[in-house]
């Protein structure tokens, strides 16, 4: 709770940091070989016989049934799309997903096919590279696909701070959103404009309004944009969602509002930017604390009272 700490600055609340943090894997190889014995026979398997590995047999297609035939062409198409996304080849990107998922069934694609496709998309929204969203636009699936971390495409292209993205993804198809504006993450259930607030990305915020986002949205740990854009101190983000209409006190966890939050920062522009725009000077919190009481525990010798006095009551 913000009247508990020593007033320094902190994150959402039961947020880890692995969720500002892409997952990524150790490289190849590290360590080395494993040593061998003085001078032990490698074993049969492991001399070098000077010749390439045998590549496996391809499918004999004149024994496969109709079913593994289709499911061999759908893993076909995922490898070929995988590899177009990786090279930008947007004509490409749009060509094999239609007909991956718009001319054939994407229930056949496996967990791998989905993994080989997650990871390309994923570092197309991280680098901003809006022609490949433009030619998926129309390829729902694998738009909404989640890394481990709960996030899709546009939470990605969210904390990048990439708005051209998102305004390619929620461009609607056929009369018909592709991705939903208020799509949860699955760790922390927050929106888009959460992670866009908390990083104070103003365009993609801007983007994400005007198409309809939910700026009042709870995350799992109960914190709004603003409370997020508030404990960062992102003033142009605050300004945003007041002008938003954003519900300056909705009360998240341990019943702090946006102005607690504020005080307990000792942030006196925002302080002063919620109070103008209507803040609850008066509610408490779970500690039965006012925001100028918060404000007052934190840091009573910083502002005379009279400047206090004026600070929280507009």
Same mark, same amino acid.
């Given at each position: 709770? &913000? *009247? ?10 039961? #947020? ?16 080395? =070989? ?7 026979? %490698? ?11 045998? #590549?496996? =047999? ?7 049934? %109709?079913? !593994?035939?289709?499911?061999? !062409?759908?893993?076909?198409?995922? $490898?070929?799309? /995988?590899?177009?996304?990786? +090279? ?10 239609? !007909? ?17 496709? $997650? ?22 699936? %694998?738009?909404?696909? $989640?890394?481990? $971390?709960?996030?899709? @495409?546009?939470?990605?292209? @969210? ?53 309809? /986002? +939910?700026? +009042? ?12 854009? &508030? ?5 142009? /983000? ?7 209409? /954003?519900?300056?006190? &909705? ?6 509002? @946006? ?22 000077? *008066? ?32």
């Amino acid at each position: 709770m &913000v *009247t508990s700490g020593d007033g320094s600055r902190k994150d959402d609340p039961g #947020t880890s940091g692995s969720d500002q943090k892409d997952h990524t894997e150790a490289p190849d190889g590290v360590g080395g =070989p494993k040593p061998t014995d003085g001078d032990a026979e %490698p074993p049969e398997d492991d001399k070098d016989t000077g010749t390439e590995t045998p #590549t496996p =047999p391809k499918p004999d297609v004149a024994t496969m049934t %109709p079913e !593994e035939l289709k499911q061999l !062409e759908v893993k076909d198409l995922v $490898q070929r799309l /995988a590899a177009a996304i990786r +090279n930008r080849d947007e004509e490409l990107v749009r060509s094999y997903g239609e !007909e991956l998922f718009l001319t054939r069934d994407d229930r056949l694609l496996d967990p791998d096919d989905w993994i080989a496709l $997650q990871d390309p998309i994923l570092a197309a929204a991280r680098e901003g590279h809006i022609g490949t969203f433009r030619a998926l636009a129309g390829c729902r699936p %694998p738009l909404l696909r $989640q890394d481990v $971390q709960g996030r899709t @495409a546009i939470h990605i292209a @969210a904390m990048n701070d990439s708005a051209a993205i998102i305004e390619a993804l929620l461009k609607p198809v056929n009369g018909k959103s592709v991705v939903n504006v208020d799509e949860l993450s699955g760790n922390t259930r927050r929106t888009p404009l959460h992670f866009a607030a908390e990083n104070g990305s103003v365009g993609v915020m801007e983007v994400l309004i005007r198409e309809g /986002a +939910n700026v +009042n949205a709870l995350s799992g740990a109960d914190a709004t944009p603003l409370m997020l854009a &508030v404990s960062k101190g992102h003033r142009p /983000a605050i300004e945003i969602l007041i002008r938003a209409n /954003a519900d300056l006190n &909705v009360v998240g966890k341990d019943r702090d509002t @946006a102005l607690h939050i504020a005080a307990a920062e000792g942030d006196e522009r925002a302080v002063e930017l919620l109070v103008r725009a209507g803040a609850d000077t *008066t509610v408490r919190n779970r500690d039965r604390r006012t925001p100028r009481e918060v404000w007052e525990d934190h840091f009573h010798t910083h502002v005379p009272r009279d400047e206090l006095d004026k600070l929280f009551n507009g």
